[in-house]
C-alpha cells in the first residue's frame, strides 16, 4: 500500500479524479449508516459533509471538491460541537449526491477548517506521487498537470488555513517525512513509528478545532483524540490492504514490520479507549454527532475491517446527554 493517512484521499482512478487520487465515491473510514444516526443527527451530518465540498469549491473552485471526504469532515463535526455559537448555516441548491433536494448546509469556520485540511494533505500525497513516478499522478504525461495541481492546493489551502490560525506546513510536513521513515522501517521496527506521521497530522487538525471554537482549554485532549485517530485509520488501512499487497508485493507496514494482524488489532482497540477518554476531558456544547463519529461509528469500523459484524443500526449518541461525553 502507499503511505495512508486520513483526510486524504484514497484509490486512484483516472482522469483528474486520478490525480487527486479520489475514488468514484466520497472515501473515510468514518462512514455512518443513516439508520445508525437518526433523522436529527442524519441531518446534521450531511450538512457538514455538504459544507465542507462547498466551502472547497468557494475557496478553491470546483476541482477541489474532489477531496471532499468522510474522515475530514470530522474536523468540522468537532470545532461546531464545542462551540458556543449557534451552528451556522446556508441554503445549498440540487446535488445529485443528495438525490437532487436542497439543504441547508454548515457554513463558516468549522467548514473551512475541514476544506483547508484536507487541501493541503491531498496536495502533499499528490507531490509525493509526482516525485517517486507512481500512481495516476507520477504518470508520463500526467505528472506536469498534478504538479501543478498540488502546488496550487498547497498554496490555496495554506493561505484560507492561515486565515483561520492554523500552521499548515505542520500537516505538510508530516506527510512528507512518511516515505522515509516507511524507507528506513524493516522486521522488529515498531509499528506504532509508521504510524507516527499520519498520528502527528491528524493531531494537529483536531487539535485546532478547540482554538477555532474558542475552547483552548479543550485543545491538548482534542489533540490526542486526533492522533489515536490517524493511529486507528492507518492501522486498518493496513489491515485492508494486506492480502492485495502480499499478492502484488507492495509495501505493507505489517509486512515491513513483522507484526501480526493480532497486535494491529490489539493497538487499535486500546486507541479506541482511549479517544473515549480523552474526548471525556473535552468540554462539548453538543456532543451526540461527535460521539456517534469517535466512539460508535469507529468501533463499527475496527469491527468490520477485523471481521466481527457490522451496522447494528443503533447509536447511543441518538438518546444521550447532547453536551456530555462518557468515558464508560
Not at 475514488?23 to 450538512?47: D, Y
Not at 455559537?85 to 469556520?109: M, S
Not at 447511543?316 to 462518557?326: L, R, T
Request: with cysteine; hydrophobic share 45%.
Amino acid at each position: 500500500m502507499a503511505a495512508s493517512h486520513p483526510l486524504v484521499p484514497g484509490q486512484a482512478v483516472g482522469g483528474i479524479a486520478g490525480i487527486a487520487q479520489v475514488g468514484g465515491n466520497v472515501f473515510g473510514i468514518i462512514r455512518p449508516c443513516r439508520h445508525r444516526l437518526g433523522s436529527g443527527l442524519a441531518a446534521a451530518w450531511q450538512a457538514h459533509l455538504c459544507g465542507m465540498c462547498l466551502a472547497l469549491r468557494d475557496d478553491h473552485g470546483q476541482a477541489a471538491r474532489l477531496v471532499t471526504n468522510y474522515d475530514g469532515v470530522v474536523v468540522s463535526v468537532l470545532a461546531e460541537a464545542q462551540s458556543a455559537a449557534e451552528p451556522k448555516r446556508r441554503p445549498a441548491g440540487r446535488c445529485v449526491l443528495r438525490r437532487t433536494r436542497r439543504a441547508e448546509v454548515a457554513a463558516g469556520n468549522s467548514a473551512r477548517l475541514s476544506a483547508a485540511v484536507s487541501l493541503v494533505l491531498a496536495a502533499a500525497k499528490v507531490r509525493d506521487h509526482v516525485a517517486d513516478g507512481d500512481g495516476v499522478a507520477g504518470r508520463h504525461g500526467i505528472r506536469t498537470a498534478a504538479g501543478r495541481l498540488a502546488r496550487r492546493w498547497a498554496r490555496q489551502g495554506a493561505e484560507i488555513g492561515g486565515k483561520l490560525g492554523l500552521d499548515t506546513a505542520v500537516l505538510a510536513n508530516a506527510i512528507d517525512r512518511q516515505a522515509s521513515v516507511e524507507a528506513a522501517a524493516g522486521a522488529g521496527t515498531a509499528l506504532l513509528a509508521i504510524t507516527e506521521p499520519t498520528e502527528t497530522a491528524t493531531a494537529a487538525a483536531f487539535g485546532h478545532t478547540a482554538v477555532l471554537a474558542g475552547r483552548p482549554g479543550n485543545r491538548a485532549a482534542v489533540t490526542e483524540a486526533g492522533r489515536l485517530f490517524g493511529r486507528v485509520a492507518h492501522l486498518l488501512d493496513a489491515v485492508q490492504d494486506l492480502a492485495a499487497d502480499t499478492a502484488s508485493g507492495a509495501w505493507n507496514p505489517l509486512v515491513a514490520t513483522g507484526t501480526d494482524v493480532s497486535e494491529a488489532h490489539r493497538l487499535c482497540l486500546n486507541a479506541l479507549l482511549s479517544i473515549r477518554l480523552a474526548l471525556a476531558e473535552v468540554d462539548f456544547t453538543d456532543a451526540r454527532l461527535v460521539r456517534l463519529l469517535l466512539d460508535d461509528e469507529l468501533r463499527r469500523s475496527v469491527r468490520a475491517t477485523f471481521g466481527h459484524g457490522a451496522c447494528t443500526h443503533k447509536s447511543q449518541a441518538v438518546s444521550s446527554n447532547p453536551g456530555h461525553f462518557s468515558a464508560c
